[in-house]
């Protein structure tokens, strides 16, 4: 009667827990299907209609849509990111395709389907690993938090990032090393799962020497052969690559990614800092971190465990700060760690299973910080669009010493916030404008913040409302006539206000337009000034570009 009610109590509690997970994914508002991950699953359908990575068939126009994320290679189009994820989620995008889902229009859903499919694994196999060192419970108890109080949620639940299948086959391989009960080719799971794991996220390639060396005090013949099959999984991918590149691997797994030269910045920027701090947004990862070489030093034989669980993520940790892009771009808290998070995970089992004089305490601090954790990754990280608009405004990448600002991390923006940090921003680096003003869409000394990149003459406005901020010396002395040079996406509502004050209002059927604004005497002043555009019609242009436009601005006079 008792075990028949644990096991419902249990399963129970799973349903709580994957239909939380399944909630987070489907009413999340943070998506980043159209970053990074972008045009993953074009491969994947490519690879299923014509058998080959190479884009060439979508055509130069719609590829130049894609950005970035395409790169031109020996005459043909490629992915720029790993082949894993898109090579792994083949099947799945078969089935789409023979059920009339092309990738082209129905990517991000398709991404997320299998976001949720990794997601449910990886949750199985922390559970799993956990259940070797602790309870029923506190292996629930352990698989939640890891997911909603990690990078895990706040990344791999917003897109299908090549860190997602990555890190699931990291998971597989290192609970098959640590299981001890004996599995029929164990050997070949482990060497294809650590295989694949590099495929999808190069820097994997640092799990292996720690898990066979663990494997090794185990079963030297299975750390052997596991080896063997992952060395020869890498040489027929070397020998692929010669073939399709004429070099012996692709561009991003290349070791020329570590040429950074911010080491002692970005050793700091990834663990302690506000914006990608590993133990500022998942600070209940300090128990692993303090505690685990004190447990496992009194007992040597657990060197091994030792170097797995933590070893591992510190070698990882080094290794992407040496990156020159070490902060990730446009990324949530602390992305480039979230690969490591399998053995800093499997440290916290081992600590949580050991606490015995300090159990209490440790525990109540322990839940504190998880809480916290749990706040940072899976609430704001998911649900607080501002926490993402830190990045796009001041642009992050041309502004990195922002990333150590603490008077505005990422976890705590708000509206108002934003707008705070940005006018602090554009007074402190802005010059002023003299004369007879001219702001063209390059303007060099002029915020366009909730605007798109500069193209040919001009730049869109990015969403519902954008911002164009300057710094005017005179005021006084102009006459307060605004000429606006603008073209608009099909019909469009504007309105413009001038530092808070609604200054006009009109409606366009697309087209070029020259707009004409007479401003209150005394709204223009010295200092810092505010143009927001709000555009409640931006929409977008119906390709496969999936910004959501409104105006192309050319240039704004002041006089």
């Not at 290349?254 to 970005?266: I, S």
């Not at 926490?387 to 990448?397: K, S, V």
Request: charged share 15%.
């Amino acid at each position: 009667m008792a075990t028949g009610f644990l096991a419902d109590r249990q399963r129970l509690l799973w349903i709580v827990v994957l239909s939380l997970l399944l909630l987070t994914l489907v009413t999340q508002r943070n998506h980043n299907t159209n970053s990074d991950p972008r045009a993953t699953l074009l491969v994947s359908q490519a690879l299923v209609q014509h058998g080959t990575i190479q884009l060439d068939s979508l055509g130069e126009p719609l590829l130049q849509s894609y950005g970035y994320v395409i790169q031109q290679k020996n005459g043909h189009y490629y992915h720029y990111f790993p082949l894993g994820s898109a090579l792994l989620a083949t099947p799945v995008v078969a089935i789409a395709n023979a059920a009339g889902v092309d990738m082209r229009q129905h990517e991000p859903t398709m991404q997320m389907i299998i976001v949720a499919l990794c997601a449910i694994g990886i949750l199985l196999l922390l559970y799993r690993t956990a259940r070797l060192y602790l309870g029923r419970d506190a292996s629930l108890a352990l698989t939640a938090l890891g997911w909603f109080g990690s990078a895990y949620a706040s990344t791999l639940g917003t897109a299908l990032w090549s860190h997602d299948l990555a890190v699931l086959f990291a998971s597989l391989a290192i609970y098959l090393a640590l299981r001890e009960r004996p599995l029929t080719g164990k050997f070949a799971l482990i060497g294809a799962s650590l295989f694949l794991a590099y495929l999808c996220r190069p820097t994997m390639a640092l799990l292996a020497p720690a898990l066979l060396a663990f494997l090794m005090t185990r079963s030297w013949k299975t750390a052997i052969a596991a080896a063997l099959v992952q060395g020869g999984l890498l040489m027929l991918f070397v020998l692929w690559s010669f073939h399709e590149f004429g070099q012996p691997l692709p561009d991003y797994y290349l070791p020329k990614r570590l040429e950074g030269t911010q080491f002692a910045t970005a050793l700091y920027g990834n663990l302690l800092s506000p914006a990608r701090g590993l133990l500022v947004y998942s600070p209940f990862l300090l128990l692993p971190i303090l505690c685990l070489p004190f447990l496992l030093w009194k007992q040597k034989r657990n060197l091994p465990l030792l170097i797995l669980a933590l070893g591992w993520p510190l070698l990882h940790y080094l290794t992407v700060s040496r990156f020159p892009h070490w902060w990730a771009g446009w990324s949530y808290g602390s992305r480039l760690m979230v690969d490591a998070l399998p053995g800093l995970l499997l440290g916290t089992a081992v600590c949580l299973a050991s606490l015995e004089k300090w159990r209490r305490p440790a525990l109540a601090l322990f839940a504190v910080l998880a809480a916290f954790s749990i706040f940072v990754n899976s609430y704001q990280g998911l649900y607080n669009t501002y926490a993402l608009q830190w990045n796009a405004a001041p642009n992050i990448d041309e502004h990195p010493q922002l990333l150590f600002d603490w008077s505005y991390p990422p976890f705590l923006n708000t509206q108002h916030r934003q707008q705070e940090r940005l006018d602090r921003f554009h007074l402190a680096v802005m010059p002023p404008l003299q004369g007879k003003v001219r702001i063209t869409y390059d303007e060099p000394n002029a915020g366009f913040d909730g605007f798109s990149v500069i193209e040919n003459g001009f730049r869109w406005t990015e969403g519902t409302a954008s911002t164009l901020s300057f710094k005017l010396e005179n005021a006084s002395t102009l006459s307060g006539r605004l000429s606006l040079q603008a073209g608009f996406l099909g019909s469009q509502r504007l309105a413009v206000c001038l530092n808070g004050t609604l200054v006009f209002e009109g409606a366009y059927q697309g087209g070029e337009r020259d707009i004409r604004i007479q401003v209150p005497a005394g709204l223009l002043h010295d200092g810092l000034n505010r143009l927001d555009f709000a555009l409640p019609d931006a929409h977008p242009p119906g390709t496969a570009d999936t910004r959501i436009l409104g105006m192309a601005f050319h240039l704004l006079a002041v006089d």
